[in-house]
């Protein structure tokens, strides 16, 4: 998926937040899916270095149809792109800019999601075939660097902001009022163990600090 498509399909999200499930186990991979999709999710990512990823992204892509985007993060070789599509999934996110993988997703069709925290990361990702920049680690890639970025990557390029986001609607239009265009959630929205009860109720605060952030 090109940049411009990406930010097509991202500009039409009411909630543009991608629900990264870390540790998340295929016991409760659907139901998982179920809470984020009902709380306005439409991107869920289910890291690699969770236990059984390729089975939870299958029974999630399964039971997400068409009404989401569901794929793999921590992406890290060529063979780990091959078996997330071949589970179905369609997203391939990573903490790293590795032209080749970028390149072999672009090749098998699916959106390609590269850690970068530099513009020479940036701009090397895009000349892969990026479809989208996530700004990694949002600790270090502050909202003055995401302005930063912005001076110079082309504006159809969607820039996520990853790691340390939080509920809180004053982070969030800080960040999109240099320009970044959504957030990557991790720990803040879920943790390995967490009860689905939890889940919702971490969604529902997210969604609610995104209409704060958003209005």
């Given at each position: 998926m090109t940049p411009?498509?990406?930010?097509?399909?991202?500009?039409?999200?009411?909630?543009?937040?991608?629900?990264?499930?870390?540790g998340i186990t295929p016991a409760h991979?659907?139901?998982?899916?179920?809470?984020?999709l009902s709380n306005g999710f439409h991107w869920l990512?289910?890291?690699?270095?969770?236990?059984?990823?390729?089975?939870?992204?299958?029974?999630?892509?399964?039971?997400?149809?068409e009404?989401?985007?569901?794929?793999?993060?921590?992406?890290?070789?060529l063979d780990q792109v091959d078996r997330v599509a071949e589970c179905g999934g369609q997203l391939i996110i990573?903490?790293?800019c590795d032209p080749d993988v970028i390149r072999h997703t672009e090749k098998c069709g699916l959106?390609?999601?590269?850690?970068?925290?530099t513009p020479s990361e940036a701009f090397s990702a895009l000349a892969a075939g990026a479809s989208a920049l996530k700004l990694f680690p949002a600790e270090h890639v502050t909202p003055a660097v995401t302005?930063?970025?912005?001076?110079?990557?082309?504006?159809?390029?969607?820039?996520?902001?990853?790691?340390?986001?939080?509920?809180?609607?004053?982070?969030?239009?800080?960040?999109?009022?240099?320009?970044?265009n959504g957030f990557g959630l991790g720990g803040g929205l879920y943790q390995a163990g967490m009860?689905?009860?939890?889940?919702?109720?971490?969604?529902?605060?997210?969604r609610q600090a995104w209409r704060e952030c958003a209005e």
């Open positions: 411009n498509t990406f930010m097509t399909h991202w500009r039409l999200e009411s909630l543009p937040l991608v629900a990264i499930l870390r991979a659907c139901e998982a899916a179920e809470i984020l990512e289910v890291p690699l270095n969770s236990p059984e990823p390729y089975e939870s992204i299958r029974l999630m892509r399964k039971a997400v149809g009404r989401g985007w569901v794929g793999a993060g921590t992406v890290l070789t990573s903490p790293n959106v390609s999601m590269p850690g970068v925290m302005k930063a970025f912005r001076a110079v990557v082309p504006g159809d390029v969607a820039c996520l902001p990853v790691g340390g986001i939080q509920p809180d609607a004053a982070q969030m239009r800080a960040y999109l009022h240099a320009g970044a009860t689905m009860n939890a889940l919702r109720e971490r969604a529902q605060a997210y």
